[in-house]
């Protein structure tokens, strides 16, 4: 592989956040790091404020990640899931792996029937396990014994079972979910910070080259690039450390 095309494989992996109800300014961004080669993730902050419509003005410069987490009785979550897919067609999207088994395989064959109706490529159905927010100590606040890594463990494997393509895990949990669900189940890694950014409210980080290293195959960024001034260069520099993240893991 040349150098541009690890690069270009590396920014490929790179989902910017756009946390905002302004459309103007998740265009400017979108359009920003669509520049160096990068995908976004739209939440319901954006989608609440605008919509459908707007999202796929969006994704009309970048491959979306339409990160709304569904979350509710398996006939809601499928509705949601067809509504999603057919009025936004995404690259990703989401649902709640704490919402159980079957709501998971209603909403997989919801994501199925939907792209079918719509003759498009399936997006690939993702669940969340742990969020990135919460450490130990939150989780036993609302209850939930044992670790982090345990728990995202026992959802990954729940939503491999249900036919999710894939999790979204804290960097930590990467090895563990790899050596349970096997090297073809995809892993979207939020809370990733480069080594000169703070942490911010993301209290279970890691570095791109570890994260990728330990097996990531989509990294989150937000602050890192959101906040920078140059958002292209900064979208560039990461893309440059996870190009020779990869580079190590062929060698």
Known sequence: MTENQNLADAAERILVPIDTGDLAAALDMAQRVAEAGAGVKLGLEFYVANGPAAANEVAGWTPLFLDLKFHDIPNTVAGAVWSAVTSTAPMILNVHASGGRAMMEAAVAANKRAAKAAQIPPPMLIAVTVLTSLDKADLEAV????SASEQAVRLAL??????????VCSAHEIRAIRAACGP????????????????????????????IR????????????????????????????????LSDKAA
């Open 158 to 167: 729940l939503a491999q079972a249900a036919g999710c393509d894939g999790v």
């Open 214 to 245: 330990a097996g990531a195959d989509y990294l989150v960024f937000g602050r890192p690039i959101t906040q920078s001034e140059d958002p292209t260069a900064a979208t560039h520099a990461i893309a440059s450390e996870i190009a020779e993240a």
């Open 143 to 146: 209850g939930q014994q044992g």
């Open 184 to 211: 073809d189940f995809s892993l979207i890694v939020p809370g990733i910070r480069p080594k000169s950014a703070v942490t911010d409210d993301q209290k279970r980080v890691m570095t791109p080259r570890d994260a």
